[in-house]
């Protein structure tokens, strides 16, 4: 698998998630928004001996990665604040959109 194509398959268990915001079960919405995605799966591939998939990962590279707004969200399901947690959903969403792969292996 390629950054594209892990990035592409992210971007569709999102869209899942933004999908499902208000109905799923919020335990599993929980589960889903902290699940290993194919990012985190791409940034393991090669990683070196102390190296963190994070440090190899683009989204943390570029956006600062994941875990702060993946803890928000759980947050907010734990809330029940579904207003806030589509937001934070949505600004994710718009963050891997935006991802750069230029150069990308």
Known sequence: MNWQQARDETLSDWRRIQASIGTADPIDLLIEINAV??????????????????????????????????????????????DTLRELVDQFVSELEAVDLQGAG
């Open 37 to 82: 995605c194919a990012l985190c799966e791409k940034a393991d591939e090669g990683k070196l001996d102390g190296e963190s998939r994070c440090e190899r990962c683009l989204v943390a590279q570029q956006f600062g990665g994941c875990r702060d707004l993946n803890g928000l969200m759980s947050d907010r399901v734990a809330a029940h604040d579904w």
